[in-house]
């Protein structure tokens, strides 16, 4: 083979080493992806060059042009949202510090045997009555349980038991990979099952906050976990591209497209099936009490809560904070926000 037909192969190379490159950035791998890159156009540029060449003519003077509208799609809607998912399912973990002055020494560092082997790192606090109510509290994407700090303490210093953790690959809990929720809501029947075993709790009224990527996974968890009793979930979105609202341009159309093409990577990724819509998990919360805070600000999760309000069953209710961004209420209306929550579970778990 002459040194000349090596050329294309190795400028496809090096144009697919700098293109994997951007994506192993954001992955925070660049090197194995800049070797990906660099392996994968080298030989599709060595294929190009031999199968096309035997064709001659118009397709192998325009061999460039062909590879490069195969790869800048391939880019685009597979190697890039693949990267795009290994880079936000990477662990985040490490040292949290420190429980809030105000549980004083009454908490428990506690560590929780979960779904999957994994142990999720916490702090308890029990409730003042004995047996009384707890709640459990779930975290954003990419916190720890210090993301839940504002909901703990005011729900402590009203006397509620609290339960607050960090998520799986997150803080000082085990795991290798996060899962955007979809292996989390495996893990809420076991946090579930330690609750219920301590003799201070009451069992009946175990209710729940779930913050943003928290609230994602109570909705994906909780229809099949009866013994929550309440659900606070402040932020939702949506988990699959069914749950997006009609596309208003092109670039939110592209968006969808963008989505669907993440779904599947999460779902290659992390080898299980994709959880099912909300539109079909948020009906089955029915009856017991639901609140889902809107931060309307947020164009999309305000026009994404809007598909919901129909799928609300029996007590369950929206509330729409204009002007408040993305789980911005204890910022942005702290008195009336704190207000509704303990009015919320001294309702739904009344002894």
């Known amino acids: ?42 030989l599709v540029g060595l294929l190009a060059e031999f199968a096309l060449q035997r064709a001659g003519g118009w397709l192998y003077r325009r061999r460039a042009l062909l590879i490069v509208l195969l790869e800048i799609p391939l880019i685009i809607f597979v190697v890039g949202p693949y990267g795009y998912v290994v880079a936000m399912t990477r662990p985040i973990q490490g040292t949290v510090c420190c429980a809030p002055a105000a549980f004083g020494d009454r908490y428990e560092t506690v560590s929780l045997p ?6 999720l790192a916490g702090w308890y606090v029990p409730p003042v009555e004995n047996p009384g109510p707890v709640i459990m509290l779930l975290h954003g994407s990419a916190s720890t349980r210090i993301g839940t700090t504002w909901h703990a303490v005011r729900l402590v210093e009203a006397g509620y038991g609290v339960l607050m953790y960090d998520q799986r690959a997150l803080g ?19 946090i579930v099952d330690f609750l219920a075993a301590r003799p201070e709790v009451d069992a009946s009224r175990i ?16 229809p099949d976990e009866p013994r929550i009793a309440a659900f606070w979930l402040d932020g939702a979105g949506t988990n699959r591209v069914g749950d997006f609202p009609p596309a208003e341009n092109f670039n939110e159309q592209f968006a969808w497209v963008i989505n669907a093409a993440i779904e599947t990577s999460v779902s290659v990724y992390l ?10 998990q948020i009906p089955r919360l029915a009856p017991r009490p639901v609140l889902m805070i809107v931060g309307a600000a947020d164009d999309f999760e305000r026009r994404t809560n809007e598909r919901y309000t129909a799928l609300l069953g029996e007590n369950a209710e929206q509330w729409v904070l204009e002007g408040v961004p993305h789980v911005g209420g204890p910022n942005y209306r702290s008195d009336e926000y704190l207000s509704r929550m303990l009015a919320f579970f001294e309702q739904a778990l009344a002894g």
């Open 1 to 42: 083979m002459s040194k000349k037909r090596l050329i294309f192969p190795l400028v496809n190379a090096l144009a697919l080493a700098a293109l994997f490159g951007v994506v192993g950035f954001y992955a925070w791998d660049v090197l194995r992806w800049v070797l990906i890159g660099a392996v994968a156009g080298f």
């Open 172 to 190: 000082e809990s085990t795991g290798s990979t996060q899962s955007l929720g979809w292996l989390d809501r495996r893990d809420v029947p076991h």
């Open 114 to 119: 979960v779904a999957d082997g994994e142990t």
């Open 207 to 222: 209710g729940a906050v779930g913050l943003s990527l928290g609230a994602h996974i109570l909705i994906m968890a909780g």
């Open 271 to 280: 080898g299980i099936a994709p959880p099912p819509p909300f539109s079909e």
